[in-house]
């Protein structure tokens, strides 16, 4: 079967494009740069690339013609983008792009057509865990969140309309090369370079493997019943539970304290644009700060049940991601 792919490149893209070509299936993976490291990666594996973009609605109709299955995975997620021309290409490639994948998917008579949403798309859940039936409650706090809810919001609009779309919502997604604010303090901690503090330690989310997490697409993808969404996750932490899982592991030194919030906001505000002005990448700004004072716990109970995945718990996510970020960084010294 013919599977057009959007965001094979990615962090999740990657793993996601492994696990459609094990299931046999032909997969033709939209890309921006052919010639990239992580596209050549994918031709490697046994992917066809076709060139194009998904804020380009006419780079998308030849490609998909024939498919039996359709994946909007493309996104950008970034926290600090600073600005209203980044927010404004956010949208571009977020909701626009997601409009122009599914909407080209339907007009082409695709069967099913499976969008990537995410847990923020629900947004705060306080300390309950909620499931695929919980309704916003607050307004998204960040532009990534905004575009985020905005996409599931126009992929339910099909859904409701009859078209043969489904939704996999991925949690916090972790693992080798994760590009969250904890993958970057993960990356610090394996080199002895996290202090010994940290922040919103009594804040948490959904956590799931990158592997687990492909696995959960692939399967949504293949078998999840058109019109539903279907959480993906191993488990809910706080932050206090992530650091002291961190803590049990060989790397500098451990964490022993947390900011309080009146002071770990004005850091973050205040991190910011210092790392603007050394060119380095924001891991602290002011919305990684409105998005770490939220919770967003979810049960991934009904993707286990309906098709029969199993992801790795919390823990487990966490000591596979540091023991491969630990190994990348003895490789590299
Ligand atoms: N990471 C998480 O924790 C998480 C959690 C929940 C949901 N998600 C969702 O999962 C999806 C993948 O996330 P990720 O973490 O793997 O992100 P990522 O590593 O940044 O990958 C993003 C992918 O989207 C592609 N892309 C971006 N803009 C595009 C455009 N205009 N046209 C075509 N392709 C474009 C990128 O291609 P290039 O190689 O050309 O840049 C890349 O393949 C996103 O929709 C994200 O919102 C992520």
């Avoid at 997969?27 to 194009?52: D, F, I, K």
């Avoid at 600090?80 to 956010?90: F, L, P, S, T, Y």
């Avoid at 770990?264 to 790392?275: I, M, N, Q």
């Amino acid at each position: 079967m013919k599977v057009f792919l959007t965001g094979g490149t990615g962090f999740i893209g990657q793993p996601l494009a492994a696990a459609l070509l094990k299931r046999g299936w032909d997969v033709h993976a939209l890309v921006r740069r052919p010639e990239s490291r992580e596209a050549q990666a994918l031709a490697r594996l046994g992917a066809t690339l076709v060139q194009g973009d998904v804020t380009d609605r006419a780079s998308l109709v030849a490609p998909m013609q024939g498919a039996g299955v359709v994946i909007n995975n493309a996104g950008w997620y970034a926290l600090g983008i600073g600005g209203k021309e980044a927010e404004a290409q956010m949208q571009a490639i977020n909701v626009d792009g997601a409009r122009h994948v599914l909407e080209t998917a339907l007009e082409a008579g695709v069967p099913r057509i499976a969008h990537v949403s995410s847990i923020v798309a629900w947004g705060d859940t306080g300390k309950t865990v909620r499931d695929e039936t919980y309704t916003r409650q607050a307004p998204p706090p960040t532009p990534y969140e905004r575009t985020k809810t905005a996409a599931h919001a126009l992929a339910e609009a099909l859904q409701t309309q009859g078209a043969p779309v489904v939704m996999a919502c991925p949690g916090s997604v972790h693992g080798p090369g994760d590009h969250t604010t904890l993958g970057d303090l993960i990356r610090l901690y394996v080199r002895g370079l996290h202090p010994p503090i940290a922040m919103f330690a009594d804040y948490g989310r959904a956590v799931v493997h990158v592997d687990d997490c492909a696995e959960g697409i692939a399967a949504v993808a293949e078998k999840g019943r058109l019109g539903e969404s279907y959480i993906l996750s191993g488990g809910n932490a706080t932050y206090r539970e992530i650091f002291s899982i961190i803590n049990e592991t060989p790397g500098g030194m451990r964490i022993r304290a947390y900011l309080p919030d009146f002071a770990a906001k004005p850091f973050c505000w205040a991190a910011e644009p210092v790392e603007r002005w050394l060119g380095l990448p924001i891991t602290f700004s002011a919305e990684m700060a409105q998005g770490a004072t939220s919770c967003y716990f979810f049960s991934g109970a009904k993707a286990e049940r309906e098709l029969g995945i199993q992801c790795r718990d919390v823990r487990q996510t966490l000591l596979d991601t540091l023991a491969e970020e630990r190994r990348r960084a003895g490789k590299r010294r």
